[in-house]
């Protein structure tokens, strides 16, 4: 046994004990220490050049006219190139932040300043040391995603948003002021997640800004532009590492002196008598308050963005009940009527997706940071059993979470009420009180569950948030439809306010592909048929459509709140099973 | 009555052995040692006693029968971990809130009276607290939730002198009271020797030396003699460890217990030991095995 492990560890030795190689050295570390975000940054541009390569292989087979159909019906390139933008992105938020946050939180800076390398030259072959590793896969992403895109862009043209972005110049231009932004932001904010939102907000704000051409601009520029835009990326890029330079020569590391400088606040303590009198009483919700005095920052970040959410609705909704029926305003375009300066679309796309960013941070914060850091063998050495501590967390938050996500359901419900006739047809069948808390109850558990596994917060809530997101929209796209029977309509429109499940035509022969859409976009609006029928007969096709009646509302809340909540109920008990067997 | 009590237990991380077929028994209302070289199990076993980890093989009981880990176990054995563990985001106040929240015995007037004895400001972040004060809020809190027995991993190395004296005032305070037991591993032997009344000496994972003071120092002493007369020793004297100063020898050596003391060999004098030697020369003899007697550390019993 000693002699099989010596045997194992003696190359490692030999390593270790040899000659030092100083070339690449840092690069060698910035692998060490990120080799887990690197890689799957390398791993999702693989992905996404393989997906590419297959959809170029899939879309060729259709006749170049159908492209607009489907970019009309959002299977263009509108999807995937928001995912690949993505990228740049990730590496800012998961490489760029945790270059130098965990060394400037920790003090390991403070080792690292004394190695031999000065801080600024740390920094920046930090820096290098991950660029050299995102930038050429970003070069082979963007040159493949060109290849790709000539397909679309004689339809959609070269300066959408989101196809200027991805030729291979500008993507490896986000790449690198990804990383700077992300570092600079660290440099800055010196703690982890205040980097992360300070990079979430400077990205947003340079996609706005740092954006060359317009969708009006000729195609001949793209290349020169494409090369404009990376120069002044790479300006920016520029600036922001001098700034982590000029930051990190100012101040040493947290971990070491400051802390112990730092003066100690000297409020005036409460009454001794008082508080020791306080400490005596022992009520029986005392694991609830263990956990909101542990969690409520998060919880009450949480249910401000569910209250200002409600507060629009009750503004925006005491307006459309006050008005006379005709008058009211059309459903999509309410937003403009009532809150001067909200776009038209989408006014209901950030309400919906608030589960799915509140429920897996939430739930990750219940686990993650306790293993994460080791305060779990202070909290597990108190008089409570683990199943206990974990079932009493996941029970608080969650009792407060989901019942604020029923309230806002109810105020949603409410609010809707004058449009209930397009109830089922609306896109907005998540916002109802029993799907919305019941997501809510399945991303909490699911972050508390992978961070129980994973110890960790952040990627514990990442991954949920993109994993329920997934899971959500294939609900909604594939299973929802085979929730209850479905109801068919051969030849003629489905009811208002029914729900789209699918649509066939038999015999198509010479049908126009203009027909298909009008009965995807149409489908339930008996006025627009009279046209369709008529092209129907003309062409001998029969258009058969599956759909939901209205009527099966309530039924189909109440089947996917059920799974739903079912799916949570699995969740919870899984990481009390998985706290009670993990080791301190 | 055993506060703790270990029978074939073993702990083994992936390919490494942390702990290695240990068997003990810790009396009731003892203020024991866990002394050891880096690595040699002393962390791994008060997080066993803890109930944080789980053993690989045998087992390990506190306080009598209790599984550690258990509702009852967690009720009345205090920890606090080598870096002392607390939510640094948290103030000190929240932190006694927390506690008193999460224990089902918590005396709250013994934690704000010990807290201002230290002049902690209720309302500073602990996470703004010197690692110093950090270690004394952890162990006030382990104590004010009146444990039966305190398991202390490192709990003087991050102190200075004087809160060193006043920490172990306060252990023996807390064991003279309440009759406390204590575990509490530590390098610092002068400190040790004030306060232990057992001592467990771990090295490589098993238990090297475990017993009494007392008992431990009287088995042991030491004969001083020329050099050249070595050989001619009884070769059933096995000396732990031999230190040679010009032509003078000092050999630690064990005595039998239970039998009349012999005469010291011709030309030697015997000394009796001081606790520092003895682990010093145990410490650096891993080889060196004194387990107690059956009295002491038998096989468990049926649990």
Known sequence: ???????????????????????LAMLRLVWRQHRGALSVL???????????????????????????????????????????????????????????????????????????????????????????????????????????????????????????????????????LGLSLGMASAALARRERRAMALTLVGW??????????????????LWPLQFIQLAILLAISGVLTSGVIVLIQGAPAIGGMPRLLRAVPTRAAPDAQVLARQLRRRPIMAGPRAAWRQHRAGLLIGLTVLGLYAAVLAITGLHIHAEPARLRPRYASFATLYLPGASTDGNFLLPLLLPFLIGPFAGASLTGPDLEQGTVRFAWAQGVTRSRWAAGKLAAVGCVLVAAAVATGLIFQWWDGPYLAERLADPWFGLYAPVYAGWMAVTLTAAALVGALTRTRTFAAVACLAGTLVAAAANAEFLRGHYLPTAVAVNRPAPPGSLFVNSYVRHAGALPSAIYTRVLQDFDNSTAWTGIERALTRYHATNILVYHPASQFWQLQA?????????????????????????? | ?????????????????????????????????????????????????????????????????????????????????????LYRNMSVAGMLQVSRDLNPVWDGRYAVRRVDELELPLTAKVGALSGGHQAQLALTI??????????????????????????????????????????????????????????????????????????????????????????????????????????????????????????????????????????????????????????????????
């Not at chain 2, 066993?48 to 690989?56: E, I, K, N, S």
């Not at chain 2, 027995?149 to 172990?168: G, K, V, Y």
């Not at chain 2, 050989?231 to 239970?258: D, E, M, N, Y």
Request: glycine letters at 8%; proline letters at 7%.
């Open chain 1, 42 to 176: 390398l791993s999702l541009s693989a992905v996404a050049i393989g997906a590419l390569v297959l959809a170029d292989l899939y879309d060729r087979r259709f006749p170049v006219h159908l492209w607009r159909t489907f970019l009309w019906q959002g299977y263009g390139p509108n999807y995937p190139d928001l995912a690949m933008q993505a990228i740049p992105l990730a590496a800012a938020l998961f490489v760029g932040v945790p270059l130098i946050v965990p060394e400037l939180e920790d003090g390991t800076a403070n080792f690292a300043w004394t190695q031999g390398y000065g801080k600024a030259r740390w920094a920046l072959s930090k820096l290098a040391a991950a660029a050299a590793v995102l930038v050429p896969a970003a070069v082979v992403l963007g040159l493949v995603f060109g290849w790709w895109y000539r397909l679309y862009a004689p339809a959609t043209g070269y300066f959408t948003m989101h196809a200027f972005a991805l030729y291979a110049p500008a993507l490896a231009g986000w790449t690198v």
């Open chain 1, 559 to 584: 089947i996917e709140s059920a799974a739903l909540f079912a799916l949570a109920l699995l969740f919870g008990a899984a990481t009390v099973w998985v706290i009670r067997r993990r080791e301190a």
């Open chain 1, 1 to 23: 046994m000693t002699s099989a492990l010596t045997a194992r560890t003696g190359a490692l030795r030999r390593r270790i004990a040899g000659p030092r190689r100083p070339r």
């Open chain 2, 1 to 85: 009555m055993t506060v703790l009590q270990a029978s074939a237990l073993s702990k083994r991380y992936r390919a490494v052995f942390a702990l290695r077929d240990c068997n003990l028994a810790i009396p009731d209302g003892s203020v024991t040692g866990l002394i050891g070289p880096n690595g040699a199990g002393k962390s791994t076993l008060l997080h066993l006693a803890a109930g944080l980890r789980r053993p690989t093989t045998g087992s390990i009981r506190v306080l009598d029968g209790l599984v550690p880990g258990s509702s009852s176990a967690l009720e009345s054995v205090g920890f606090v971990a080598a870096d002392a563990p």
């Open chain 1, 204 to 221: 947003v704000a340079l996609h706005h800004y740092a954006v060359v051409g317009s969708p009006r601009t000729q195609p001949g520029a």
């Open chain 2, 142 to 303: 382990a104590l004010a939730k009146r444990p039966r027995l305190l398991l202390l991993d490192e709990p003087l190395a991050r102190l200075d002198p004087l809160a060193r004296h006043q920490f172990l005032g306060l252990l023996m305070a807390a064991v003279a009271a309440d009759g406390i037991s204590v575990i509490f591993s530590s390098h610092v032997l002068t400190e040790l020797g004030r306060i232990c009344d057992h001592l467990v000496l771990l090295s490589q994972g098993r238990v090297q030396l475990a017993g009494q003071v007392e008992e431990v120092l009287a088995g042991h002493e030491v004969l001083t003699g020329p050099a050249d007369q070595v050989t001619s020793l009884p070769a059933t004297l096995a000396p732990i460890r031999i230190a040679q100063a010009g032509a003078q020898v000092h050999l630690l050596v064990r005595t039998h217990r239970g039998r009349e003391p012999e005469p010291a060999p011709a030309g030697f004098a015997v000394q009796p030991t001081v606790l520092e030697e003895l682990v010093l020369a145990y410490l650096g003899e891993p080889a060196a095995t004194a387990l107690p007697g059956p009295e002491f550390a038998g096989p468990a019993g049926p649990v």
